[in-house]
Nanobody, 117 residues
């Protein structure tokens, strides 16, 4: 199971840190990612981190503002979001997939981020 938390209401230019806690299985073998879905739009990729945490990748829209990280000892992934913009408003989902899989096997329930202008 994945449990996302940390969402809320913030003014443009502000910061939030999302967390995604995993339970029920070993966390470290999984590639972890964040996705988001804005109202009326399709879900989109935000950021991903490899199982060891040694490599990350970001959507162009968040590059330089968001930072993904993980703590395998705590079975938790994070998304530090800085310089937030109104267009970052969305429900943010964490997801996990096995290294050998191209599809995501597990999804969190989502946490709402609202950025006011």
């Amino acid at each position: 199971q994945l449990q996302a938390s940390g969402g809320g209401l913030v003014q443009a230019g502000g910061s939030l840190r999302l967390s995604c806690a995993a339970s029920g299985r070993t966390f470290s073998p999984y590639v972890m990612s964040w996705f988001r879905q804005a109202p009326g739009k399709e879900r989109e990729f935000v950021a991903t981190i490899t199982s060891s945490g040694g490599s990350t990748n970001y959507a162009d829209s968040v590059k330089g503002r968001f930072t993904i990280a993980r703590d395998n000892a705590k079975s938790t992934m994070y998304l530090q979001m800085n310089s937030l913009k109104p267009e970052d408003t969305a429900v943010y989902y964490c997801a996990a997939r096995r290294v050998t899989s191209i599809e995501y096997n597990y999804w969190g329930q989502g946490t709402l981020v609202t950025v006011s202008s």
